[in-house]
């Protein structure tokens, strides 16, 4: 028996069991460090995807914009980012990166330290692409794309920026910018460097032109190159594009009026009274869209934010003015309609109206008495004191009070859509302001107040104001005989529809008839009367002139039209600051913006009209 | 006949199966790995699933050997299969290339053989031959020496190969020794060992606050606490004697009290260092008294113990700093929370546990790992293999294989018991350790909770090498086990 030796040993074999715990205790640690990995703490999931994943945004083609006879007026064109990855860029040749962009270390490192702040750039992480440089053109990025293999962590990404076929219609169309961090928190559809509609159309219809963003998820191993799709891009999703628009513009008269209004301050609105479509919508100065386009885009619009005559004030919807003598035409019908006076009824004027005593309200010299249409024609002041004091004083009792008459005249006004927005598709539009008769009880006191105590409202001055578009818009309410279709700037949509509210009439409080009056004193205006400048031998059509008190220079020169007199095709107001009285400047603008959309040219006997228009300059250069 | 049919129905084919189930499992984690959009095909010889799938079919052919051999052959070729052993791994020192900073690989025609996957199989047959030897007794101190050398041999050269993640595997023959009787204080101060490192080296680096008055180390100060603690447990643990744990607390009490109140009168005058090193001392000077007036050599082991903590925590910092090399030094740094460096040594661990937490409850799905194929994991194929188990299966996964090894240890150590010779035992004790230590070494790793030793998971890992030696090392005991059922006067 070899063994028996052994056998008299102490035996040991209890302790397999000291084995076996040493075992199952690291096993139990192991599991307990397992479990917390993958099932409790899911920040290596993040890691992973961060390693792993590149989500890379595929940009839709945003929406084109057509004019209304179908000219192509804003498109696309292909730019490039840079991006960079933080932690892949390690190693490399920064001057010869420099170099290759054309920048010096000193931007090189400046760039990389804003990228890196968070406080500028909140979004930021090592492991996520960062935009060095956007915007590059074609050109640039030909220059660039061969050299780029040898920068490891850089990358090109493709966007598509707007292109502007034409150099007019900026504020109108809008821009395009990059989102804002507000505007981030606001939708989160928008990422940090993703551009979005900040003005204009592109900024009203952002949601109809921007189109659907898409991505790829793309494998990425440990050294920055893509292997291919995750998934087969079974998850990625393609992008879809913006919806093209039309617009009501005539981009042709539209860059008309724009050369019309060179070197003058002012708008030109110009609708189409069946639809409430805005053909021509001028802001005055203006500025080349393209100038906000692309790398130097900032640059150009500090520029324009500094200039003193403000090209990037929205004159038609924003700038408020006392209508002046265009809004006779309003006192006309509202007078009629609350049956104060008739086409017939006559008020003398010797050289202005005489009230409280000492006071005169000045007119120039016509003939007098006037009737109805004769005082628009020319334009008389004190007809209109009479109709004011007619209504609130004399008619006091039929209504109640003074200022229940005043309510009456304020509602009606109020239907021509004065003292609100009209609801344009345009994002800053103003709504003017028509004094209520609250305004006045708190100002005079309740029932303290009489026509001389506002007698300027009856001519369109004191306190009431309005916007370049709302004249146009009630020369397109006039043109109609009482009612108007919210002026709008979207025509159509590609494979959709203009909103609801742009299809919709709406009818003013005064009845058709009183319109014809109206119109009569109007074509008198142009005819014989304040606008005879304007006047156009082979097109009858309607017109008004105004001046809008300016205390803190020369007046503007207004005139408001339609043409033609019979089934009209055009209404518009048109505004040149600082001009003086509306027949100099505003009447042949108006007269040349009806002929060059009716007929399509100027004749060769209003040329010289034309030439003086365009020569004039009512600003300057500096 | 007879006997083959006895061969195949004495085979514990438990074991034979989880041998089976971990090759097969760890082969399609290879292909996982390794798998990329270009190469599809299972046996394409040029990706390295390929190769693997060469090295299991000769691990196969070794095992089928190994169990065709006659059970006495192991005995008999143990020796001289160390000696040579020893003489190859020398040699490797002098003909090996330099691959990665190492001299381990042996290169013959287009082989590549790392000798070191080898010794740990000769010095457990070794062993087992030595202690199982007649009149071996592992209290005896020329008997234990020898024990020491025979794992300590190899090691040791090793370690000249620059290979100290192989040279380490040996240190868990401990665990044998334990099994075969060495006193289980040693694996207490073993223990303990490893724990005064880790706190010297992780306490000692931890920078001093500005306004710190005086010098303080405090890996030292709670070294030396935590060993004076242990001399209270000694006292009971060798002598249960009162008398002297009341002297013993009193001393270190009075030091410790005397010390504040120096320290709150004149703060920069003495360290909290230096009043653990003043208790410390007394402590051990205590035990050296008791020593002699109880007359105790039990006492004389305790003083030992101080003297070895004592010497440990300074060669600690010496060793730490000047003994290991910068990337080994950084590597435990990284484990130990000391250094954060994602890009450079923290890279891998970073990436592993990336990786594996990745893969969640349930995992992405096989093939379906994007960490490990992207290349993101370092060595995903050999030592970080876990990690593509770990991202494409998930918790579930990695449950399913930590509880599969301890399973399979369990066994080894279950069929190591029912051997009827000591020399099985020994061997399949050895076998059992050797799994232990590369699973809990490679995962732990691999998880971030032990600095990186670039080991192989068994029967996972990719390489001919690790494959073949585990397999020989395994069937070896598998064929010993068959003699488990025969009488012992065979």
Known sequence: ?622 | MRAEQNILKNLDWATIIIWFVMVMAGWLTIYAACYDYEHTRIFDMSMRYGQQLVWIAVASVFAILLIAIDTKFYGSIAIPLYVLMIGLLILTIFVAPEVKGSHSWIQIGGFRFQPAELAKYATALCLAKYMSSYGYNIKNSKNFLVTALIIGLPMLIIIAQQETGSALVFAVFILVLFREGLDGDFLIYGALAILFFVLVIKFNNIPLPPDAPIVEHYGYMIVFIIAVLTGIFLIFHYTGDIPMFNVYAITNASIWVLGIILKLIKADLLSYTLISEVSFAASALLFFIYAIIRRSRVHLRVILFFILTAGLCFAADYAFNNVLQPHQQIRIKVVMGLEDDPQGAGYNVRQAQIAIGSGGLTGKGFLNGTQTKLNYVPEQDTDFIFCTIGEETGFLGTTFIVLLYVVFISRLVYLAERQRTPFSRIYGYSVASIFFFHFCINIGMVIGLLPVIGIPLPFFSYGGSSMIAFTILLFTFIKLDTRHTETMAT
């Open chain 1, 1 to 622: 028996m070899r063994y028996v030796s052994h056998v008299h040993k102490e035996d040991y074999s209890r302790r397999q069991s000291v084995f076996i715990i040493i075992v199952v205790c690291v096993a139990i640690i192991y599991l307990i460090r397992l479990f917390h990995l993958q099932v409790v703490d899911p920040s290596y999931k993040d890691s992973a995807d961060s390693n792993a994943f590149l989500k890379q945004t595929i940009y839709p083609s945003r929406g084109l914009i057509y004019d209304r006879n179908g000219k192509l007026i804003v498109s696309n064109q292909p730019v490039y980012d840079i991006m960079i990855v933080m932690r892949e860029i390690k190693g490399f040749d920064t001057l010869q990166f420099c170099n290759m962009l054309d920048i010096t270390k000193d931007d090189f490192n400046d760039r990389i330290e804003v990228i890196k702040d968070r406080r500028k750039n909140p979004g930021y992480s090592s492991y996520t692409p960062q935009v060095f440089i956007s915007n590059l053109s074609t050109f640039d990025y030909a220059k660039v794309q061969e050299k780029l293999f040898r920068f490891p962590g850089v990358f090109i990404q493709q966007k598509v920026m707007r292109e502007y076929q034409i150099e007019h219609a900026a504020l109108a169309l809008g821009y395009i910018g990059e989102v804002s961090q507000a505007q981030i928190d606001m939708d989160s559809y928008y990422k940090r460097g993703d551009y979005k509609g900040q003005s204009g159309i592109e900024k009203k219809y952002e949601e109809l032109l921007r189109g659907e963003k898409g991505y790829e998820i793309l494998l990425r191993d440990v050294h920055g190159n893509i292997k291919g799709h995750y998934l087969d891009g079974e998850l990625d999703l393609l992008p879809v594009s913006g919806k093209d628009l039309t617009v009501s513009l005539d981009i042709d008269l539209q860059t008309y009026g724009e050369e019309l209004m060179n070197g003058k301050m002012g708008s030109i609105v110009a609708i189409e009274p069946q639809t409430g479509e805005i053909l021509a919508l001028i802001s005055a100065p203006t500025y080349n869209p393209s100038l906000l386009v692309g790398r130097d885009r900032s640059k150009h619009y500090g520029e324009l934010l500094n200039d003193p005559h403000k090209p990037l004030f929205d004159r038609p919807m924003m700038a408020m003015y006392p209508p002046g003598s265009t809004f006779k035409t309003v006192q006309a019908l509202v007078m009629q309609n609350q049956g104060i006076i008739n086409e017939n009824t006559a008020y003398p004027c010797s050289r202005g109206y005489a009230y409280g005593g000492r006071h005169k309200l000045g007119c120039h010299a016509h003939s007098s008495p006037l009737t109805l249409p004769q005082s628009i024609q020319h334009s008389c002041n004190a007809y209109y004191c009479w109709a004011l004091k007619a209504l609130l004083d004399v008619n006091a009792k039929k209504y109640g009070s003074t200022g229940n008459a005043y309510d009456a005249w304020f509602n009606d006004v109020c239907s021509f859509g004065f003292n609100s927005k009209l609801g344009v598709d345009c994002t800053n539009e103003k709504s003017g302001s028509i004094p209520s008769r609250k305004f006045y009880d708190r100002y005079y006191g309740a029932d303290r107040w009489h026509s001389s105590t506002i007698i300027s409202i009856s001519i369109g001055q004191g306190e009431i104001l309005c916007t370049p578009i709302q004249i146009a818009n009630l020369a397109a309410t006039i043109a109609n005989k009482g009612w108007y279709y919210i002026p709008h700037l979207l025509k159509g949509v590609k494979g959709g529809k203009i909103d609801d509210q742009y299809l919709e009439k709406h009818v003013t409080n005064i009845e058709p008839q009183y319109f014809d009056v109206v119109h009569q004193g109007m074509l008198g205006a142009v005819q014989q009367g304040t606008a005879y400048g304007g006047r156009i031998d082979s097109i009858q059509f309607c017109g008004k002139t105004g001046t809008a008190q300016n205390p803190h220079g020369k007046d503007h020169s207004i005139f408001m039209a339609f043409a033609p007199k019979e089934d009209p095709k055009i209404a518009i107001a048109v505004y040149v600051e600082n001009a003086g009285f509306g027949a100099t400047w505003a009447v042949p603008i108006a007269s040349l913006m009806i002929e060059k959309y009716l007929k399509g040219f100027i004749p060769q006997n209003r040329k010289w009209i034309e030439d003086r228009i365009l020569n004039g300059r009512l600003i300057s250069d500096d």
